[in-house]
C-alpha cells in the first residue's frame, strides 16, 4: 500500500498525469524523470517536447525509484514531482468560495470518508469533466491524494481544488448557514436524483464505500436521494454513482430545471 507524503511535494506518474501537469498547471511542475527508453514512440517523444517548451527540468534516469515512486508502480517510464497546487485552506475557503454570491457558484461535492485511492481518483477526474471546482473531504478517515490518487484520476488532480477540513460536520454546518443546500446520496431514498432541484447552491455529499453516509453527516441533508437501477445488480461503485450524480446536476444547469 503506498503511504501518504508528507513532503511539499507529491510524486505522481505515468503518461497522462505528467502530460495534464505540462498542459494545465506547468508552474506546479518541479522535475521530470524517465527512463531511457521513453521518448522511443511519437506520443512520448512530443511530451517530452511539450516539458522542454515550457521550461521544466526533465532528465534521464535509470531506474524511476530515484525519483520516490513505489515499487511494482505501472509508471509508463516517466514520473513528476509537483506541488500540491489542489490544497486549499479550510478558512479561506469558508470565506472566498462559501460566502460567494449565487451567480459565482457550482456544486459543491463532499465525500464522507471514500477511503479508496482508485475510487478517489476516478471520483476527482469525474468532478473535473462535470464542472465541480471544489471537492471537501475529511483528514482523517479519508483516502489522502498520493500518486496512486493522481494516476487513477489521469492527472486531473492538476485541475482539483480539494479542501481537507478537519471536521466534516462542522464544515458542512457552516455551508448551511450560508444557505447551502445538502444532498446526500443514499441507496434506499424514495427520491430519485433528477427529482432533486440540483440548479442551486447545493453540496452532493458521497457516503463511504462499505457504509455509505455516516449518521452524523446524514442528519444535516436536507434530502436524500437515490440513483434507480433496473438490472440484476443493486448497487454501484461509488464513482460510477459520483458520475451519474454529477451529470444530473450538470444537466439540471444546463436545461435550467429537474426532470427526466
Given at each position: 500500500m503506498e503511504k501518504a507524503q508528507k513532503t511539499q511535494h507529491l510524486v505522481i506518474w505515468?503518461?497522462?498525469p505528467v502530460r495534464e501537469f505540462a498542459c494545465s498547471r506547468p508552474d506546479a511542475l518541479i522535475e521530470v524523470g524517465h527512463i531511457p527508453k521513453f521518448g522511443r514512440k511519437k506520443r512520448e517523444r512530443s511530451l517530452i517536447?511539450?516539458?522542454?517548451?515550457?521550461?521544466?527540468s526533465?532528465?534521464?534516469?535509470?531506474?524511476?525509484?530515484?525519483?520516490?515512486?513505489?515499487?511494482?508502480?505501472?509508471?509508463?517510464?516517466?514520473a513528476a514531482k509537483v506541488q500540491r497546487i489542489w490544497e486549499l485552506d479550510e478558512e479561506r475557503c469558508l470565506n472566498d468560495v462559501i460566502k460567494?454570491?449565487?451567480?459565482?457558484?457550482?456544486?459543491?461535492?463532499a465525500c464522507d470518508e471514500i477511503t479508496d485511492p482508485q475510487n478517489f481518483g476516478a471520483i476527482l477526474r469525474g468532478a473535473v469533466a462535470m464542472g465541480?471546482?471544489?471537492?471537501?473531504?475529511?483528514?482523517?478517515?479519508?483516502?489522502?491524494?498520493?500518486?496512486?490518487?493522481?494516476?487513477?484520476?489521469?492527472?486531473?488532480i492538476a485541475l482539483c481544488?480539494?479542501?481537507?477540513?478537519?471536521?466534516?460536520?462542522?464544515?458542512?454546518?457552516?455551508?448551511?448557514?450560508?444557505?447551502?443546500?445538502?444532498?446526500?446520496?443514499?441507496?434506499?431514498?424514495?427520491q430519485f436524483v433528477w427529482q432533486e432541484d440540483l440548479n442551486q447552491k447545493a453540496i452532493l455529499i458521497l457516503g463511504s464505500e462499505e457504509k455509505g453516509l455516516r449518521k452524523t453527516i446524514r442528519?444535516?441533508?436536507?434530502?436524500l436521494v437515490s440513483i434507480p437501477l433496473e438490472g440484476s445488480i443493486q448497487s454501484l461503485n461509488v464513482s460510477q454513482a459520483s458520475g451519474i450524480v454529477l451529470y444530473?446536476?450538470?444537466?439540471?444547469?444546463?436545461?435550467?430545471?429537474p426532470g427526466p
Open positions: 505515468g503518461f497522462h517536447d511539450l516539458l522542454h517548451k515550457k521550461g521544466i526533465v532528465r534521464e534516469i535509470s531506474r524511476l525509484a530515484e525519483m520516490g515512486i513505489p515499487s511494482g508502480t505501472v509508471h509508463q517510464g516517466i460567494a454570491p449565487r451567480e459565482h457558484q457550482t456544486p459543491i461535492l465541480v471546482n471544489l471537492i471537501v473531504t475529511q483528514r482523517r478517515g479519508s483516502a489522502p491524494v498520493t500518486g496512486t490518487v493522481a494516476k487513477a484520476s489521469s492527472g486531473a481544488n480539494i479542501v481537507y477540513c478537519e471536521n466534516l460536520r462542522r464544515f458542512l454546518t457552516k455551508c448551511k448557514e450560508y444557505g447551502w443546500k445538502l444532498v446526500g446520496l443514499a441507496p434506499e431514498a424514495k442528519s444535516l441533508c436536507e434530502t444530473e446536476a450538470l444537466r439540471q444547469k444546463k436545461t435550467g430545471s
